[in-house]
T-cell receptor
């Protein structure tokens, strides 16, 4: 089955700096890669996603890049704000089905 | 759009009792839904995939006789944790798969504490 690794597990940045979270996946048939933000005790919230036919996608301060050859994808947050502090999860949907496999999560802390 | 509810949001029960969690899609219908659990400071782990009218497919290591899934309609699925024990204490989250791109829409989660 699919295996998704995520790094780093914790990330502290100063307000206004950029944050980058990286994930790798194992199943070359995976074709959908969403990123979720989860605040304590809340549901995962989709913040951006990318499909395998696209290399990069941007939505205001958030961007995701996908390298299919290397089987890795990254989340980029620019001009970080304190409200960006949360746990971020990457996920991959395998080509053989519709199941999402989640990464282990990154605790992002944006300090004033 | 794509609103999912879960009930209850929080439940505390005694060891050995059973707990039922409801997951509803409020403004859309979907055939496929998923149940996840999330232990503190860990990721979401898929427990089972359920298609309306069919038996659920459980992930390896998840006991189907302990975690009963009833998915009788396109808008309602229930997860019953039978004979709950303290190690079943977790955050249980459902999601429905909908839309042309197979996006998943998550419920707000149910915090289960087994004493």
């Amino acid at each position: 089955g699919e295996n998704v690794e995520q790094h780093p597990s914790t990330l502290s940045v100063q307000e206004g700096d950029s944050a980058v979270i990286k994930c790798t996946y194992s199943d070359s048939a995976s074709n959908y890669f969403p990123w979720y933000k989860q605040e304590l005790g809340k549901r995962p919230q989709l913040i951006i996603d990318i499909r395998s036919n696209v290399g990069e996608k941007k939505d205001q301060r958030i961007a995701v890049t996908l390298n299919k050859t290397a089987k890795h994808f990254s989340l980029h947050i620019t001009e970080t704000q304190p409200e960006d502090s949360a746990v971020y999860f990457c996920a991959a949907m395998g080509g053989g089905g519709n199941k999402l496999t989640f990464g282990t999560g990154t605790q992002l802390k944006v300090e004033l | 759009g794509a609103v999912v509810s879960q009930h209850p949001s929080r439940v505390i029960c005694k060891s050995g009792t059973s707990v039922k969690i409801e997951c509803r899609s409020l403004d859309f219908q979907a055939t496929t839904m998923f149940w996840y659990r999330q232990f503190p400071k860990q990721s979401l782990m898929l427990m089972a995939t359920s298609n309306e009218g069919s038996k659920a497919t459980y992930e390896q290591g998840v006991e189907k006789d302990k975690f009963l899934i009833n998915h009788a309609s396109l808008t309602l699925s229930t997860l019953t944790v039978t004979s709950a024990h303290p190690e079943d204490s977790s955050f249980y989250i459902c999601s429905w798969q909908a839309g042309g791109y197979n996006e998943q829409f998550f419920g707000p989660g149910t915090r289960l504490t087994v004493l």
